[in-house]
């Protein structure tokens, strides 16, 4: 499958910059994670992620294709072990990016 960063670049820099291979270091939980990505991030920046995210979902795949894709875009967070698929942890992830 073919790399998605230059369509996604805001969730690219997300999952690369904040959901690197040890985010669990700098934060316990992946709420936390995006607290901090809030906190760090120009508001314009955080709502393009969140329309990233939005468009990523809307688009029909298997949970292994949006998987792969997360992995090309650098994301090493596993919502599998929190008991989400790859599309719930999105949708949370939209809503925390969301919220006033």
Known sequence: MASKRGEYPNLHWLCS????QDWGMDDPTADDVICRYIRDTDPQEVRQTADEISA???IEMTENERKAILDGL???CYPRGEGLTYSSWLQRMH??????
């Open 95 to 100: 809503a925390l990016l969301t919220a006033k």
């Open 74 to 76: 650098g994301c090493e």
């Open 56 to 58: 990523f979902l809307r």
């Open 17 to 20: 910059a904040y959901f690197h």
